[in-house]
């Protein structure tokens, strides 16, 4: 079986790289960037001419698909190659099944009515899917990675670029942070989110938070909001301040290898979630852990 990986951050084709090596025993990485020593059999680089935008390489790796001919495409949720999996998948006659979580005998598990409900489902045909970050955790890429350039072929219908600037970004890259400290709507006012920044810091880690603190009140840009419309993270701890556990968030951390949750209210959702759960008031139980760690 051949599989086709399209990334476009090295971590997420590494990751993917991995896990087509699990399905199949041919793995061509369609790459936009630096690519990593032995991840795929084949990398096809593409190089997006200047002025143009991701998203118009679809074309290109439409013509790319159609020469390699894979059975199964795994792609990178981001918003770029998520335009380019739908028209692939319009391309091939199949349709793209988004935000898998893990692979099983029956098909593809994936949440959907935004977060509360997984179905699994199959593709009919090539198998294209976008496949959210620790699918493959512990998978190992393999390849001699023989590189060529592909030639890019211009969209009909390209779309044209007005302005872009690079949005300031606050913080630790979350992906990265060994820990992520999240507030949540258990902080009555802006100024007591430094009790999980100091928090943070100390563990050598990042502030994320649930999404009423960006979306509600403003208080932290949308980029640090965690969950099934925000950032789906897998850090080596977890620590929910102040956050009830629904679903909608909790599938943004779950994969978590330690959770921590403080809340004050015993019967919060989180602490049936959690691995450790602390009953308290943030104000109390933040600078008592910072100062004791
Ligand atoms: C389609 C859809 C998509 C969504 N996507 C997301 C998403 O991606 N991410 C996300 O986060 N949410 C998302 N939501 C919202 C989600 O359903 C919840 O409303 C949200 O996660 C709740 O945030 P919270 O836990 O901070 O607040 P709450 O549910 O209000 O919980 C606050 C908690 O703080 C505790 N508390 C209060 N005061 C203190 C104190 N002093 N000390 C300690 N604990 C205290 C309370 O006991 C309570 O458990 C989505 C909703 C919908 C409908």
Redesign the pocket.
Known sequence: MKALVIAERADAARELCAGARTMADEVVLVSFGEVAEGLADKVAHISVPEGAVLDDAADTVIALFDAEAPEVVLVEPTRHMKSIAGKLAAHAGTSAITDVMSFEDAGAKSLYF??VAERVQKAKGVGIYTVSAGTFEGAEPSGANATEEVAWVAPANPVKLISSKPIEKSGVDLFKADAVVAA???F?EESELDLARALADKLGGGLAC????TEGVNWLPTEL??????LMLSPKVYVA??????M??MV?CNRSQTMFA????KN?P?FKQCDYGLV????DVLPALTAAL
Not at 280 to 283: F, H, S, Y
């Open positions: 935004g977060g949540g709507r258990g009555a649930s999404r009423p603190l909001y965690v969950g099934v419309s925000g301040c102040g956050i009830s556990g629904q909608q968030h943004g403080i809340n004050k209210d919060a989180i308290g008031d943030v104000k």
